[in-house]
């Protein structure tokens, strides 16, 4: 049996592991509690980095493509859209709770077909149940769209970030001290 990996962190690398671990904790606790907060803030959140990718290529294009009409698309559209989304941003989280109920679908028809086709090897139900809870996911998104987008992706959100920080705390408090 080969031995467990042991990772070693020195004091300092430690303390910056666990206090990003404190705030995911945190943030993933904000999203569980208020979910919908969490949706809007991540619908300007990616506003904002469609504006400024759009306010970099604009810069980019004017220094160095100015020339070609078709070189000034990329930016009118991230700044547009980035606009769109901060003015709009309860639409565009409900075109997000769109986007992730077409993912969980094909993703659930992809799990349940891998599990058929892996069946009778050793682990093919959790594949099975991974594409079944995928599609119980789509679910639900498809059904109370667009009004569920609104709360579920933060929910997600939320709870990814959770777990997310818990697994990073549990790695720090289980390094080995330099």
Partial sequence: MPNPLTISMDGRSRRLVIMTSIVLILLGVI??????LMSVTLALFVA????IAGGLSLYS??????????????PFILIT????????PL?????????????????GFAGVGAALERRPQHGWGWIMFNGILSLLL???FIVGWPFTSLWLIGLFIGISLL????????FAL?????
């Fill in 81 to 88: 859209f980035g606009l769109l989304i901060l003015l709009h």
């Fill in 163 to 170: 777990f997310d920080g818990i697994s990073l705390l549990m």
């Fill in 174 to 178: 289980g390094s080995v001290k330099r």
């Fill in 61 to 74: 294009t004017w220094h160095g493509f100015r020339e070609r009409w078709v070189v000034w698309l990329k």
């Fill in 48 to 51: 904002w980095l469609m504006i």
């Fill in 91 to 107: 639409a565009a989280t409900g075109a997000l709770g769109l986007m992730l109920a077409v993912y969980f679908l094909l993703d």
């Fill in 31 to 36: 999203g569980i509690a208020l979910p919908q």
């Fill in 138 to 140: 789509a679910a639900v």
